[in-house]
Nanobody
Framework: QVQLVESGGGLVQAGESLRLSCAAS????????MGWFRQAPGKERVFVAA????????YYAGSVKGRFTISRDNAKNTVYLQMNSLKPEDTAVYYC?????????????????WGQGTQVTVSS
């Protein structure tokens, strides 16, 4: 049974940083493409960042590129999202996701496994 458990969300002021964690069980993250998505109130869930299993290539949404960094610790089977220079528009529920993708398809969609989400609120 696959479980993804996010943690690390909270309330911060604009300009501050947070690090989200996603602890995985039932999957070996080094063999899965791992992603982060977010959903703001009243909006659809959107892609934030991804880390491919094969080459370790990272992908970022334009709105977070240069501020957010996705990484993984294979020994801990955990994926992280380091978020710096946070802005009020980053406020959302952040979701971790995993994708079995041996063919190396798109890192932006097609995720089969999702966590329950963690709230990030950035005040101005």
């Amino acid at each position: 049974q696959v479980q993804l458990v996010e943690s690390g969300g909270g309330l911060v002021q604009a300009g501050e940083s947070l690090r989200l964690s996603c602890a995985a069980s039932g999957v070996i993250i080094s063999r899965y493409t791992m992603g982060w998505f977010r959903q703001a109130p009243g909006k659809e869930r959107v892609f934030v960042a991804a880390l491919t299993w094969s080459s370790g290539t990272t992908y970022y949404a334009g709105s977070v590129k240069g501020r957010f960094t996705i990484s993984r610790d294979n020994a801990k089977n955990t994926v992280y999202l380091q978020m710096n220079s946070l802005k009020p528009e980053d406020t959302a529920v952040y979701y971790c996701a995993a994708k079995w993708d041996p063919a190396g398809g798109s890192a932006y969609s097609g995720y089969a496994y999702w966590g329950q989400g963690t709230q990030v609120t950035v005040s101005s």
